[in-house]
């Protein structure tokens, strides 16, 4: 072999190594920027809600564009808003709806609980919600007594579990809703849900003076007690318009639909900053 013939080897050589030491530090450069990426969004993931940047909230897909992305200004809307947003109407007047799921109802309490506030005991009740929550003492493990179907002419309800005697006690506010301490957190988890869902929450919802301060707020529940009917004919009732807890007015044979009257409540969406 020649000497010119050795010279271009051995350059040849030191090109394809230097190159393969290059390519070796661009992947190690590469591979390490993925592994602070990952480590610093499950850092983020982590965080709690509170230490957040902000709160804002992201729409799950739910068949159509215009419902699957959070709506233009929607910091400033009313509650008729929304409802003619999400065409709630129309699902107002659906008797197909089917029953919630628990991955609908534990999708409803991790968005109020990332996006709302993550203290109400309700979230981590014993009792899954398809059943209601834990109800009776304090240590309770134990659902309401009633369950939820199929309702004629009202599309869902709820109906007695067993012998209801008057004057028991039927449904325990307190131990079963969720408060929204402002307009804002209201629409925030609205806009944050698919469109079924976001109507059936307005549909929900209900808006009520505190028994201390006279303050009025936007409650609803995240469980069966939310689909509970309104009736003329009561047969529950709370014993005062601050009150959350529902007694029986009258005796409530197993398997009969439970109804109370909505107008207990007053209904003003321009005092709690939806109007």
């Known amino acids: 072999m020649s000497g010119a013939t050795i010279v271009t080897s051995v350059l040849h050589g030191l090109i394809v190594s230097a190159g393969l030491v290059s390519c070796g530090m661009i992947g190690y450069s590469l591979g390490l920027t993925a592994v602070v990426a990952d480590i610093s969004s499950l850092a983020s993931d982590h965080r709690p809600?509170?230490?957040?940047?902000?709160?804002?909230?992201?729409a799950r897909h739910s068949g159509t564009m215009r419902w699957s992305k959070t709506p233009d200004n929607w910091e400033r809307m009313t509650f008729g808003d929304l409802r003619d947003y999400y065409e709630c109407r129309a699902h107002a007047r659906d008797q197909t709806k089917t029953l919630p799921t628990l991955e609908d109802w534990m999708f409803l309490k991790r968005q109020y609980r990332e996006l709302v506030d993550a203290r109400p005991v309700i979230l981590n009740s014993p009792v899954m919600p398809t059943e209601g929550y834990s109800f009776g003492a304090d240590d309770a493990v134990a659902p309401p007594p009633y369950y939820a179907d199929r309702s004629e002419g009202k599309g869902r309800g709820l109906f007695a579990s067993r012998l209801i005697r008057k004057g028991e006690l039927v449904h325990d506010g307190p131990r079963s809703n969720v408060m929204f301490p402002d307009a804002m957190a209201f629409r925030r988890l609205v806009v944050s849900l698919p469109r079924k869902t976001a109507c059936d929450i307005t549909e929900w919802a209900w808006t009520q003076r505190?028994?201390?301060g006279g303050r009025m707020n936007v409650f609803v529940d995240l469980n069966i007690a939310a689909l509970m009917n309104s009736s003329d004919e009561p047969s529950i009732a709370p014993r005062n318009s601050a009150d959350t807890?529902?007694?029986a007015m009258r005796d409530i044979k197993e398997g009969e639909e439970i109804v109370y009257d909505y107008s207990v409540y007053s209904t003003n969406w321009s005092a709690v900053g939806l109007g």
Do not use: A, F
């Not at 809600?49 to 992201?58: A, L, T, V, W």
């Open 49 to 58: 809600p509170r230490q957040r940047e902000s709160k804002m909230p992201i």
């Open 245 to 247: 807890r529902m007694y």
């Open 210 to 212: 505190l028994p201390t």
